[in-house]
């Protein structure tokens, strides 16, 4: 169940509030090898199942069963999402507009490699400009398709029972979870570089009160909260490979 103070609760006659828990996929192949993926790649690495199963733990934990699942159609979301689908019984509405952007001719090249081939869209992207990473999406742009999946998240809830709470848990990827968050706290046309880069296998929470009139509010409950610590990861030393 979802935790709360009677203090967060809004000051409505009729409203419904709706907690949107987004999951970045564990550690991929591509995130190991320091690789650009956007809408390719093959998978997780063992580090990144392990994460997988232990954030699927904490999901259970902290809000049980959701209402909804939702997850991106790429192998390293789907693999991400399976522990706690397998926990919980459900399965995953796939969504390919939660995908992570498209980066066209740089998918499944090193980053080091694009950095010296490309020197000029790499100080552009430093600089804030939204360039298209290898002729790919701008931020702007899977922005508007990550709010629109958002929008068609809340809306089943819309006519539910007054003062109710519901879960939806979002398997996807770090760029839909900082376009998502800027869009739901209304931030500028790239206030996401305002925020940091989600983790591998991290959960924020966005919770949305919806008004019997049809408008929301946001609240930001966590933003990029690291997913738990690893067995072999609590005896090692920070400086350990």
Same mark, same amino acid.
């Given at each position: 169940?979802?935790?709360h103070s009677v203090l ?49 733990d904490g999901l259970v ?70 360039? &298209? ?10 922005? !508007? *398709? =990550? #709010?629109? +999946?958002?929008?068609? %998240? @809340? ?9 109710? &709470? ?10 839909? !979870? *900082? =376009? #998502?968050? +800027?869009?739901?706290? %209304? @931030? ?31 609240? @930001? ?21």
């Open positions: 169940m979802n935790t967060d609760d809004p000051d409505l006659a009729d409203w419904r509030a709706v907690r949107v828990v987004l999951v970045r996929h564990g550690e991929s192949q591509g995130n190991a090898a320091a690789r650009f993926e956007g809408q390719t790649g093959p998978g997780l690495t063992p580090r990144g199942h392990a994460q997988a199963r232990a954030i699927a934990g902290r809000h049980g069963a959701p209402d909804l699942v939702l997850a991106s159609d790429l192998v390293r979301v789907s693999e991400s999402a399976a522990p706690h689908l397998a926990r919980t019984g459900l399965a995953a509405r796939v969504d390919p507009r939660w995908r992570e952007a498209a980066v066209g001719t740089w998918s499944g090249r090193g980053i080091r490699e694009i950095a010296a081939e490309f020197p000029d869209a790499i100080r552009a992207l430093r600089r804030g400009e939204d360039v &298209r990473r290898g002729g790919g999406e701008t931020f702007a742009e899977v922005r !508007v *398709r =990550v #709010a629109a +999946a958002l929008d068609d %998240a @809340l809306a089943p809830f819309a006519g539910t029972p007054v003062g109710s &709470r519901h879960a939806v848990v979002v398997f996807t990827h770090g760029g839909p !979870v *900082r =376009v #998502a968050t +800027a869009e739901a706290m %209304a @931030l500028p046309a790239g206030g996401h570089r305002g925020l940091d880069a989600p983790t591998n296998c991290s959960a924020t929470e966005l919770e949305f009160v919806l008004a019997g009139d049809g408008s929301r509010t946001t609240r @930001l409950v966590a933003y990029n909260t690291p997913a738990p610590t690893l067995p072999e990861e609590a005896t090692c030393s920070p400086s350990s490979p």
